[in-house]
């Protein structure tokens, strides 16, 4: 039986790739992270899910001989979960002389939601206009947190210190109810929460259109696990839904995280997923880095290395690191999770909440793209 099924399905016109592993290759696995290879850049905030600023062909930016990158960032708290509540975007920038910190990346009070999560961050070829997208979880003014995930794009300038100078955010569409779920979500827990998150900015080298890739959830679908990944296309300066790329109904809650790297001619969409939030009926697989690959945005899209699966944290560190992005030029960048666990949890050693969460980048690895097989470099 074949590790991927494409299935057409005639939902709102749709012709969705639809990935239902039944087992996962064995690859190399991330190496190992130890004690030394976590190395915090704050004492008082954890960092995790983190993008560069990238050119509009999706090459780093080197600015005053520094790459710039954004990261979700929360101060220190006993149970690190709790971090989520309380994101802010923040602004590192990267050099000979190691890490800067450039602070939070937006004014207080300039976003729309109650906390910041994830996004992408563009220069347009104009050398000067930043295009920064992101996701605001929640309402500014709501006195009880909600799930409510909503897309914005705040344009500013990149400048001597950096990209700034943000101007107020636009909301650049929303969920139709239809192919995305529409929910504002007033309660949630980890691994359940559904998803309209994650803006990734693509400009197509074929077509020369600019697309939005984002973490979503079939609207279709009453299944608990019903995540899937959706795209929007700018059309004279519209941005317009399309039909979802991928879907995992049955199969997986949160393909998050989505971006597109374009190599030789071939387009390869990677997310990242845990053993967590695969449906008890499906195939899991590992906290990992996923992908599949086309010869065009418009697919069809393929699987890469067989069964989706890209890369892995080693079986005996399965949580070590999470939310993998892959750059233009094939470095992977993800954050230290919890690590040096030797087969315990959390759930039986609360003490280990805290002592054994990175909340600091990982160990940076390539990736050696070779048609439909991309491995560890």
């Given at each position: 039986?074949?590790?991927?099924?494409?299935?057409?399905?005639?939902?709102?016109?749709?012709?969705?790739?639809?990935?239902?592993?039944?087992?996962?290759?064995?690859?190399?696995?991330?190496?190992?992270?130890?004690?030394?290879?976590?190395?915090?850049?704050?004492?008082?905030?954890?960092?995790?899910?983190?993008?560069?600023?990238?050119?509009?062909?999706?090459?780093?930016?080197?600015?005053?001989?520094?790459?710039?990158?954004?990261?979700?960032?929360?101060?220190?708290?006993?149970?690190?979960?709790?971090?989520?509540?309380?994101?802010?975007?923040?602004?590192?920038?990267?050099?000979?002389?190691?890490?800067?910190?450039?602070?939070?990346?937006?004014?207080?009070?300039?976003?729309p939601g109650s906390r910041e999560w994830a996004g992408s961050a563009i220069?347009?070829?104009?050398?000067?206009?930043?295009?920064?997208?992101?996701?605001?979880?929640?309402?500014?003014?709501?006195?009880?947190?909600?799930?409510?995930?909503?897309?914005?794009?705040?344009?500013?300038?990149?400048?001597?210190?950096?990209?700034?100078?943000?101007?107020?955010?636009?909301?650049?569409?929303?969920?139709?109810?239809?192919?995305?779920?529409?929910?504002?979500?007033?309660?949630?827990?980890?691994?359940?929460?559904?998803?309209?998150?994650?803006?990734?900015?693509?400009?197509?080298?074929?077509?020369?259109?600019?697309?939005?890739?984002?973490?979503?959830?079939?609207?279709?679908?009453?299944?608990?696990?019903?995540?899937?990944?959706?795209?929007?296309?700018?059309?004279?300066?519209?941005?317009?839904?399309?039909?979802?790329?991928?879907?995992?109904?049955?199969?997986?809650?949160?393909?998050?995280?989505?971006?597109?790297?374009?190599?030789?001619?071939?387009?390869?969409?990677?997310?990242?997923?845990?053993?967590?939030?695969?449906?008890?009926?499906?195939?899991?697989?590992?906290?990992?880095?996923?992908?599949?690959?086309?010869?065009?945005?418009?697919?069809?899209?393929?699987?890469?290395?067989?069964?989706?699966?890209?890369?892995?944290?080693?079986?005996?560190?399965?949580?070590?690191?999470?939310?993998?992005?892959?750059?233009?030029?094939?470095?992977?960048?993800?954050?230290?999770?919890?690590?040096?666990?030797?087969?315990?949890?959390?759930?039986?050693?609360?003490?280990?909440?805290?002592?054994?969460?990175?909340?600091?980048?990982?160990?940076?690895?390539?990736?050696?793209?070779?048609?439909?097989?991309?491995?560890?470099?």
């Open positions: 039986m074949s590790d991927f099924s494409v299935q057409a399905q005639s939902i709102a016109a749709m012709a969705i790739c639809r990935w239902a592993p039944t087992h996962f290759a064995e690859l190399p696995n991330i190496p190992l992270i130890r004690a030394a290879d976590v190395v915090r850049i704050f004492p008082d905030l954890d960092l995790w899910d983190c993008w560069p600023l990238a050119h509009e062909d999706g090459r780093t930016v080197v600015h005053q001989d520094r790459q710039w990158w954004f990261f979700l960032s929360a101060p220190v708290f006993p149970d690190p979960v709790d971090r989520h509540a309380q994101a802010r975007i923040r602004l590192l920038s990267l050099g000979d002389d190691g890490w800067r910190d450039h602070g939070n990346a937006f004014p207080d009070g300039l976003t220069l347009m070829d104009d050398g000067q206009t930043v295009q920064h997208f992101i996701t605001a979880a929640g309402r500014r003014d709501e006195t009880a947190l909600t799930f409510e995930q909503r897309l914005f794009v705040c344009e500013g300038t990149l400048g001597l210190q950096g990209p700034g100078d943000w101007q107020s955010p636009r909301e650049i569409f929303v969920a139709d109810g239809v192919r995305y779920l529409l929910d504002r979500q007033n309660t949630g827990k980890p691994g359940q929460i559904k998803g309209f998150r994650d803006p990734a900015w693509l400009r197509d080298p074929a077509t020369g259109k600019a697309h939005i890739l984002f973490t979503g959830t079939a609207s279709w679908s009453d299944h608990t696990h019903n995540g899937n990944i959706g795209i929007a296309m700018l059309v004279d300066g519209t941005w317009v839904l399309g039909d979802p790329v991928v879907e995992a109904v049955g199969v997986n809650n949160e393909l998050e995280r989505p971006h597109v790297v374009v190599r030789d001619g071939r387009y390869y969409l990677f997310w990242s997923t845990q053993r967590q939030v695969f449906a008890p009926e499906a195939v899991a697989g590992p906290n990992g880095l996923y992908g599949v690959v086309a010869g065009a945005m418009t697919g069809p899209w393929r699987p890469i290395n067989g069964s989706g699966l890209v890369v892995a944290n080693p079986d005996s560190e399965p949580t070590q690191s999470y939310s993998w992005w892959v750059t233009g030029e094939g470095e992977v960048w993800s954050f230290v999770d919890y690590f040096a666990m030797g087969g315990r949890t959390t759930e039986e050693h609360p003490e280990l909440l805290r002592s054994n969460f990175g909340g600091t980048p990982a160990p940076r690895f390539n990736l050696r793209f070779d048609g439909d097989r991309v491995t560890i470099a």
